[in-house]
């Protein structure tokens, strides 16, 4: 069957997204992948694809059963073969997936990776003809991800039990240094990495940077400018997730919350609220998501900044799956680094571990201190097959637009007196940073910026990476001329020092 009728008649689409057919090409072919594409960007296809194509058992491994059985039920109402294998089956219905698997022809198998590790699942694969290993979630993979778990560790093995199988390693973000990672635990050989995806034109970035007072109107204002749809609003921590949601349906329908601490049963019945529409507004931690699938979601709204961009760039990207203008807001207060901050400084991990979660974190400031546009940020951070300069629809592109949030007025006013004092003390913290600058603070700080953006495009990497918006003002207001006066400048640690120390003295030293 070709290509496009394989796409149209067992899959309902017309084209293929970005990045899918290439990676498909790529692991029909023989060749281990490493893929790239973000929440919305259709991961599932690159792996139930080739089992239809081949027709042949494709093996996905997955974390969650929910996923697992939500594409079983898919692929079967679309006539594909498909079933999942976990702890709660009868052993009659384990008998009739593998009954089905050996009448032949196309199937794709889910299971966790514990399962992959069990002895009975090792010595059957063996003699399966198998057309692809899926690794769904790979980023779990590396402990230099966001979310490592220690079962995909020891996921390497399916290489050793079959290295004439090709495998597709799937996230929806991943830094190069994570796909390093992946590629040395799951011995992938030479893997094609594949990033594709990140760039969704119907969604509006944007960040405020705003006191912690002021965030509810800032969310109160998002939620009546989307009346319709859904909306997700992520928390810090189960305590502000509970008091956040209280709020809301204070003033708002059909509101539920949810994080870690609730039981399984009531997660489930929420997601399930959710997933069929009684709840429009939900309010949850990080513990919500993977796997979520609701295509209709207009606004993401964090009200308090997760710990890392890979984290805020999968969470924002639940927004818009069914291509519908959808808005993405970050409310950002100098509390959410110091709670962020703390989960760090408490954290088991290794000193190696904590200290590229400190440099994670520092990235994730600087981009929501940053001035450029948003989306083209994104793409040069995770080396995206396709770039932008300017998207036209981010707060810095277009903070005129329709579809930015502005605060409203009604709550500020109601908590006025706590917004100005809270204002006072951050003026007093930040002293000369917030002051306005002076005319030749601003030639300085005009010069670095466009120092900035061309070393940025010199080293391919955001202009983020290299110095946040609020190092550039210190440095145009200080006016450093040696390497001792730099010393102390927010944001500028040794490494900075050693790699951009002589370009920033000599533009500055030009403006003067």
Same mark, same amino acid.
């Given at each position: 069957?070709?290509?496009? #009728?394989?796409? %149209?008649?067992?899959?309902? &689409? +017309?084209?293929? =997204? ?6 498909? !090409?790529?692991? @029909? ?73 050996? #009448?032949?022809? %196309?199937?794709?198998?889910? &299971? +966790?990776?514990? =399962? ?6 090792? !010595?059957?694969? @063996? ?386």
């Amino acid at each position: 069957m070709h290509s496009q #009728n394989i796409l %149209a008649e067992k899959f309902g &689409l +017309s084209q293929f =997204r970005p990045g899918q057919k290439e990676i498909i !090409t790529s692991v @029909l072919s023989g060749k281990d992948v490493m893929a790239v594409l973000p929440t919305g960007g259709g991961k599932s296809l690159c792996y139930q694809y080739p089992a239809v194509e081949r027709q042949q058992l494709v093996v996905v491994v997955s974390p969650l059963i929910a996923l697992m059985q939500d594409q079983v039920r898919g692929l079967r109402a679309r006539g594909i073969p498909a079933g999942a294998l976990y702890a709660k089956q009868t052993l009659e219905e384990k008998r009739q997936i593998f009954s089905d698997i050996k #009448n032949g022809g %196309a199937y794709v198998l889910y &299971l +966790s990776p514990e =399962r992959v590790q069990k002895e009975g699942f090792q !010595t059957w694969i @063996l003699n399966q003809k198998v057309a692809l290993f899926a690794v769904d979630e790979a980023h779990c993979v590396s402990q230099w991800g966001h979310d490592f778990r220690e079962e995909y560790s020891l996921l390497s093995c399916l290489k050793k039990l079959r290295p004439d199988v090709p495998t597709l390693a799937l996230t929806a973000s991943a830094t190069p240094l994570v796909l390093d990672d992946i590629a040395k635990q799951l011995k992938l050989n030479d893997p094609e990495r594949r990033v594709h995806g990140f760039y969704r034109a119907n969604l509006y970035f944007q960040v405020e940077k705003c006191e912690e007072n002021e965030k509810y109107s800032y969310l109160h204002a998002a939620l009546k400018k989307f009346s319709h749809g859904r909306v997700l609003v992520y928390c810090g921590t189960r305590k502000t997730t509970e008091e956040v949601a209280g709020r809301i349906a204070r003033d708002f329908a059909k509101v539920g919350f949810y994080h870690a601490g609730l039981g399984v049963e009531s997660r489930t019945a929420i997601q399930k609220s959710y997933a069929n529409g009684e709840l429009r507004i939900l309010v949850a931690t990080n513990a919500f998501g993977m796997g979520i699938d609701q295509a209709d979601v207009r606004l993401v709204t964090h009200y308090n900044m997760p710990a890392n961009l890979d984290a805020l760039s999968q969470e924002m990207g639940r927004a818009g799956r069914d291509g519908a203008d959808s808005t993405c807001l970050l409310l950002y207060s100098g509390k959410d680094k110091g709670l962020q901050s703390f989960f760090i400084q408490n954290s088991e991990a290794s000193t190696e571990i904590k200290a590229l979660r400190w440099r994670n974190l520092d990235t994730l400031v600087n981009y929501a201190e940053g001035g450029e546009c948003r989306h083209a940020e994104i793409l040069t951070y995770y080396r995206d097959a396709q770039r932008l300069k300017r998207c036209g629809h981010c707060d810095s592109c277009a903070p005129a637009s329709e579809r930015r949030v502005l605060a409203s007025r009604t709550i500020i006013e109601k908590t006025s007196k706590l917004v100005v004092k809270a204002k006072s003390k951050l003026r007093k913290k930040l002293k000369m940073e917030d002051d306005t600058l002076t005319r030749e603070q601003k030639v300085i700080y005009d010069q670095l910026k466009k120092w900035r953006l061309e070393k940025a495009n010199e080293l391919d990497v955001p202009a983020f990476v290299i110095f946040g918006d609020k190092t550039l003002r210190q440095l145009a207001i200080r006016q450093p001329a040696t390497l001792t006066d730099l010393n102390g400048i927010y944001g500028i640690g040794p490494e900075k020092l050693e790699r951009f120390a002589s370009d920033v003295l000599r533009e500055i030293s030009s403006c003067l």
